[in-house]
């Protein structure tokens, strides 16, 4: 196994006083000289740890005011994600289809939870975005940001901020090749009646119900996307 470079080294240890001082997004970090002298090392090598960290959100390096803890989101991970399934299907390999699968796994798994107990206030917004999903279908297409809403305040009672941004990732790495290689879409009074379906079990507190509904939603994608993976 090769040895790391003083880059990566100092990346690592840079990860390291952020954990050890327990410091979160927005906090400011030691500046560039600070790091030098603190970890005996080159401005060169300094500068391109801080921007692989910057390009995982980790650090974020603000000219003329500092550096400082980045956000942490996960876009690079979305990013990677959306690459990686253009890169297979554009190799006529079924890249988005994996990506919908794992997607599917993840919501299938979490909808029953839901159901346990939803607050009333989060079945009336997801009812409120079914109601913008039949508005938005008599101009021949439900909008992805508001099928998008949909699916993020579906597990807002999970109360769990990294499964939300999880969740998101995908969504947003599938947008995003969705707009590059354009997977088509399905008539948009099926995708209001699905999640609707969906919103009905999860009142109900029908946990089956609600997976075979989220499955369903899921054939539609499956059947366009095609066995291979290609846009039908």
């Not at 003083?6 to 030691?30: F, N, T, V």
């Not at 796994?105 to 009812?127: F, H, M, N, Q, Y």
């Amino acid at each position: 196994m090769a040895r790391p470079t003083m880059a990566q080294d100092i990346e690592r240890r840079i990860k390291e006083l952020i954990l050890d001082e327990r410091l979160g997004p927005g906090d400011p970090l030691p500046t560039e000289g600070e790091l030098m002298e603190r970890f005996d090392a080159g401005r060169v090598s300094v500068r391109e740890a801080l921007k692989s960290l910057q390009a995982l959100n980790a650090v974020e390096i603000r000219r003329g005011s500092g550096t400082f803890v980045g956000s942490l989101s996960l876009s690079p991970f979305a990013e990677g994600l959306a690459f990686r399934a253009a890169v297979r299907h554009r190799r006529g390999e079924p890249g988005l289809l994996e990506l919908m699968k794992v997607r599917e796994a993840l919501e299938a798994g979490l909808v029953g939870a839901v159901t346990a107990g939803i607050p009333a206030e989060d079945l009336a917004a997801l009812r409120v975005l079914v109601t913008a999903m039949e508005s938005e279908a008599h101009t021949g297409r439900v909008a992805r940001a508001t099928d998008r809403a949909f699916h993020l305040a579906l597990y807002a009672s999970l109360d769990n901020h990294l499964l939300s941004e999880v969740l998101d990732a995908f969504w947003a790495a599938m947008d995003r090749v969705r707009e590059d290689l354009d997977d088509g879409h399905q008539d948009p009074r099926t995708t209001c009646a699905q999640h609707l379906e969906i919103v009905e079990a999860v009142a109900a507190g029908d946990g089956e119900r609600a997976v075979r509904a989220m499955r369903t939603h899921f054939d539609g994608i499956r059947h366009r996307l095609g066995a291979g993976g290609q846009p039908s």
